[in-house]
């Protein structure tokens, strides 16, 4: 299945689509459409543009190592504690205000990021505009569902998917060219402040060309529910992030306990508020299905090793090889190419192999690894800059791998899952894919940073030694993509 087919399954993240629409077209309504969209496409922009910019960043604003690690995983931590949240407030008071008021915060925080004077402001907006895109982004499947119907719906739904592509594959190429423009001299800074007036544009058309639509019932929200949950993430994450600068002091293990007690505090709330009828914020009997639980555990060790290999690659080209950000995004035109191409392919592939679409998406990446620890052992031991083609190969077949792994996985987890449970399921997905890419970052940035700690001659050795020494985590976590893939069951049951 490829990513546009994958996006064909009406889906939501977390959200009720029972409720309708004042019409339900069966024609493509392109206002419409292109202004949900931009919201979907931003959000998605600013999960992938931002590493192209950290190493500008860092510059300017004298972060810390630990510091660069929460721009990244601030924001995916706040998406993976809202999304599912979120998509219920957009049941119960309109998915269209519920879309607007995530625009908008979303707008408002990329100015924030885009003006802030120092790193903990940058790090405080970033967490905001996960939370703005956690409130808007479910509510964009559940517009489109309860707007269009038949092909309308079809090619809806295909766009949203390419939207996203677009928006993962280009984010850095786009990053790139707008700290090379240097508008007005903004630097990196233009890498947020992009979205202010296009955000500002969508915000003022959604109420003309966007039907409000919300659930049928009322449902009673789980704030408890989803307190707990959120206090146990930032309860592990948080201690993965500042330990390693810190020494492991005491805090870290006080830390992790207190987010092991949480969860365990989180499960027991959600049967209890299930024994007496009301309405959890996740169903946990989902867990209960083996194909599920497996499922979930690979999406999540899988997207371990996505945005935080992005991140350190960024790094590693612009500080260790010398790349300017413009040169650095053109770079990872190479992963996007692989990428589309299997991609593209995957729903073929995966109607032969199944479930091993995946294991040889994992292989490919293996493969890829370690054709790009050869390319930076080559730069290290070459001349510079002019040596940086030994990477291509490498990324494209890290790229190509990345294809056949994202959506016939996200196929695999959600074709097993019976349809009454198919919006609490895509929740939980999309929390475990946020989830995943933030343990991501902290743990590849403990290895990546503690590597180049001290220094081997060169910037190129220094910041290679802590590129390849990353990439044994990232092989190991692919590799483990590869076995977990291997757990799940031959066929999807079809009875339920």
Known sequence: MSVL?????????????????PVARDSVHWPAL????????????????????????????????SAVQWIIAGFGLAVAAG??????????????????????LFTVASAACGLAPTTSTLIGARVLQGLAAALLTPQVLAILRT?????ALTKAITAYGLAMGLAAIFGQLIGGLLIQANIFGAGWRSCFLINVPVGLAAVALTPRVVPESSAPHRSRLDWTGAGLLTGALVAVVLPLIQGRQQGWPLWTALSFAAGALLLAEFAWYERRITRAGREPLINLSLFADRAFSTGMVVQLIAFAGQLSFFLVLAVYLQNGVGLTPLRSGVLFIAIGAGYVVTATLSGA?????????????????????????????????????????????GLVIDGAGMG?????????????VAPKNAGTAAGVLSMITQLGGALGVALVG???????????????RTLGHGFTSSSYLLIAIAATVLAGIQLLPRRPATDR
């Not at 109607?351 to 690894?369: D, E, Y």
């Open 147 to 151: 707007t269009f119907t038949g092909r």
């Open 349 to 393: 592939v995966a109607r032969r192999l199944g479930r091993q679409t995946v294991a040889l998406g994992a292989a490919a990446m293996i493969v890829g690894l370690l054709l790009l620890d050869f390319g930076v052992h080559r730069i290290s031991a070459g001349t510079g800059t002019g040596s940086v083609l030994w990477l291509v190969p």
């Open 5 to 21: 087919e994958a996006a064909e399954t009406p889906v939501t993240a977390g959200v009720s689509v029972t409720g309708q629409a």
């Open 446 to 460: 403990i290895i990546f940073y503690g590597s180049i700690a001290h220094p081997r001659g060169s910037a190129a």
């Open 404 to 416: 056949l792994i994202i959506a016939p996985m996200t196929s695999l987890v959600l074709t097993r």
């Open 83 to 104: 999304v599912i949240t979120a998509g219920r407030l957009g049941d119960m008071f309109g998915r269209r205000r519920m879309f607007i008021l995530g625009l908008g």
């Open 34 to 65: 292109l202004v949900v969209l931009t919201g979907i496409f931003m959000s998605t922009l600013d999960i992938f543009i931002v590493n192209v910019a950290i190493p500008s960043t860092q510059h300017d604003l004298h972060a810390s190592d």
